[in-house]
């Protein structure tokens, strides 16, 4: 993996702002930007019109569940929402089967349609609260995915926030935020026409270019709870995270 080096500067209105070059296909700049917490402490409830829930059914099975449903009142033990705040609680179980060769369990939500990067910009707004941790400490929390692989991919790891880019023909992991007292993550996801994606997390701003290869290939967005690499066969080995925001939105082209 090539060297990266972090150059501080200072914003005319006093900010300092650290700098993070990596070079390679998947080029990313990292811009920690001075922000008051509070600015974010309030985020708009999550809407579940476009999203469908895969969760776990049954032996070595996924369930779908359309968002009319999920906004009826729809509860498992692996999906709950609070029907005051709207917010939803995502959970995994450590018993739950290997599913289409993924290693670990987990529970997502879903973007109803694939969409290109040509065609217009998007994002996805999260707030995410991390109920509880895997064993191993490792939760994934967000997703651009596509047909063929991930695209970007957002985890926690203790107090890291990590992205792991693959552009098609290599992959990238950075940190790209830190987690917030009492486990409280906001992140973006933006994407534009150009292949320009900029993540952001707790007010960190990273900015990846994706070839034109890596755009190509209709992608969409997932909120996700899931577990990463080794985990315990046991129903306590488990992760929860609860979604107080959750927002999509693609401009009209």
Not at 72 to 77: D, E, M, R
Not at 82 to 91: H, K, V
Not at 102 to 123: G, H, I, M
Request: aromatic share 6%.
């Amino acid at each position: 993996m090539k060297q990266s080096s972090d150059v501080t500067t200072r914003t005319p209105e006093g900010h300092i702002i650290m700098i993070s070059r990596l070079a390679g296909p998947a080029f990313c700049l990292s811009a920690l930007i001075a922000m008051p917490v509070h600015a974010m402490d309030v985020p708009q409830a999550p809407d579940i019109s476009a999203f469908t829930l895969q969760e776990p059914a049954k032996r070595l099975g996924l369930h779908l569940v359309p968002s009319a449903t999920l906004g009826s009142g729809y509860n498992t033990a692996f999906y709950s929402r609070d029907q005051q705040t709207g917010a939803l609680t995502l959970t995994t179980d450590g018993l739950q089967p290997v599913i289409r060769g993924k290693v670990a369990p987990e529970t997502l939500l879903r973007e109803n349609t694939a969409w290109y990067f040509q065609q217009t910009n998007s994002d996805m707004t999260a707030t995410v609260h991390i109920d509880q941790l895997p064993r191993n400490g490792k939760v994934v929390i967000g997703r651009m995915a596509s047909t063929q692989h991930p695209v970007a991919e957002l985890s926690v790891q203790g107090d890291r926030v990590f992205a792991l880019v693959d552009n098609g023909t290599s992959k990238q992991s950075v940190v790209v935020g830190t987690v917030y007292p009492r486990q409280t993550i906001r992140y973006e996801i933006h994407t534009s026409p150009n292949g320009l994606m900029r993540i952001i997390v707790n007010g960190t701003e990273n900015h990846f270019s994706l070839p034109s290869a890596a755009i190509a290939q209709g992608v969409w967005f997932e909120a996700v709870a899931g577990e990463q690499g080794w985990h315990a066969p046991t129903h306590s080995d488990m992760a929860r995270v609860t979604f107080t925001g959750l927002q999509v939105h693609h401009e009209a082209s």
